[in-house]
């Protein structure tokens, strides 16, 4: 008898610890539940916040610079905050290509070759080994306090001219096929980029061409709107393909600020046939580099204009005069499609401006377009800061020769020590200025 009971008292006691376990096992889990859903709940209201911030970042007038160098170069975000330089450009194109193409006029060894989307002839999916690289480049501006605006040379059935023997790759203009293509490529990028703190711009294609694949070159003597009417509805619509574009990286993205260039390579006057879209997350940009016969000068070419001074225009090869008040009369394009489509100035960007360091007046230049800018508070980013491949336009330099100890740098695949260059630096001057201002 004392045996049956001993036998249903220890029963009875591993019941109640079986008992209190699951009510343990219960507690902790449910503790582990709570635990995740509060990390959830973090991680979504972090995303929101970064994603308001998106949205707010362009509510005030934003100055910045373009990267277009040969590879990622995260010290250089760390550099650009020390100018005040509150945005990025950055173009990761030239990170596909070998050095010797890119600095010592070596063939291309992989012509077919393109950053992230692969091939510009046939679009497959995202590079995963190109996206690894574009990530901890993102990861390590933001890191060091910089913003990033996201651009590209290449589309799918739109390679950049460098990249293509120098001749525009025109097919995105003639064939849907290849809307559809980029469409899917900026789908795919925005779907994992979204929620990415540093970046606050995609800028789905670098200057657009479609008229120089449909006969229309000088803007100086044709006429726009006869043009787009002959063209409109047709793959060479440029407001097709941003239609296309927009429409599929809001299906997956509806945050992120879209940034449209206007055509011809981004020219100001090309906005004239931009339509709007009914997206309040959408801002439109334009290039200055007008009179490009001035401000493209080189050595090679050598230095025949300056600024202020006459220059000798488009096809005609007409003589006209650029000053302060000139450069204002060439960007009148903008101020009036922007009251057209009653478009608010925080919504207008000049993304790229410059002009060769060497080119006389060259300070002057920059000063006037700045205060040009500045006055109708669009944003603005100066081409380019400290640039690998090319020195033209890094104004740091001042406007006289580099020392020998610049290119031997450049040579041994160094950054130049920016210590070593004693150079006239009125030109940088202006842009700190305007930086600061």
């Keep these: 008898m004392r045996e049956i009971n001993q036998r249903k008292w220890l029963k009875n006691k591993f019941k109640m610890i079986a008992s209190l376990g699951c009510a343990l096992t219960v507690a902790l889990t449910a503790g582990c539940s709570s635990l995740e859903q509060e990390k959830k709940q973090e991680k979504k209201q972090e995303i929101q916040e970064v994603n308001e911030i998106k949205k707010d970042f362009w509510d005030g007038q934003r100055k910045g610079t373009n990267f277009m160098n040969s590879t990622s170069l995260p010290k250089n975000y760390e550099e650009a905050k020390k100018f005040n ?7 990761p194109d030239k990170w596909a290509k070998d050095r010797g193409f890119l600095f010592d006029d070596e063939p291309d060894p992989s012509p077919n070759k393109d950053f992230l989307i692969g091939n510009a002839d046939q679009y497959e999916g995202i590079v995963e080994e190109d996206f690894i690289k574009l990530k901890e480049d993102l990861d390590a501006a933001y890191a060091r306090g910089s913003k990033v605006v996201l651009t590209f040379l290449s589309l799918p059935g739109n390679r950049w001219r460098q990249f293509n023997n ?35 711009g995609y800028n789905v294609i670098n200057e657009p061409h479609p008229e120089t694949a449909t006969g229309f070159n000088d803007f100086w003597t044709e006429d726009y709107n006869k043009w787009y009417n002959s063209l409109e509805n047709t793959p060479a619509d440029l407001n097709l393909l941003y239609e296309t574009i927009v429409d599929s990286i809001r299906t997956v993205d509806t945050d992120t600020p879209i940034i449209l260039d206007s055509g011809l390579f981004a020219t100001p006057w090309a906005i004239k046939y931009l339509k709007p879209i009914d997206d309040d997350n959408v801002l439109y940009a334009f290039h200055m580099y007008e009179p490009y016969e001035m401000t493209s000068q080189n050595r090679k070419k050598g230095f025949t204009y300056t600024y202020p001074g006459k220059v000798k225009v488009g096809e005609d090869q007409a003589e006209k005069m650029f000053d302060k008040a000139a450069l204002k009369d060439f960007l009148k394009p903008v101020v009036q499609w922007t009251e057209q489509h009653n478009i608010s100035n925080n919504r207008i960007i000049a993304e790229e401006f410059g002009i060769n360091r060497m080119v006389g007046g060259a300070d002057q230049y920059v000063k006037d377009l700045i205060a040009i800018f500045d006055e109708y508070g669009w944003h603005w980013a100066f081409y380019a800061f400290r640039e690998d ?6 104004f740091e330099l001042g406007s006289q020769l580099v020392k020998g100890a610049y290119w031997k740098a450049k040579e041994d695949g160094e950054l130049p020590d920016r210590k070593d260059i004693e150079v006239d630096n009125s030109i940088w001057d202006a842009l700190k200025k305007g930086l600061n201002k």
Excluded at 85 to 91: G, H, K, P, V
């Design 389 to 394: 491949t090319w020195e033209g336009m890094d």
């Design 85 to 91: 330089i509150e945005f990025i450009r950055l173009a």
């Design 166 to 200: 120098y001749k525009n790759d025109d097919r995105i203009w003639l064939d849907f096929k290849y809307h559809e293509q980029a469409a899917l490529f900026w789908k795919d990028l925005a779907f994992r980029l979204k929620d990415h703190p540093a970046v606050v």
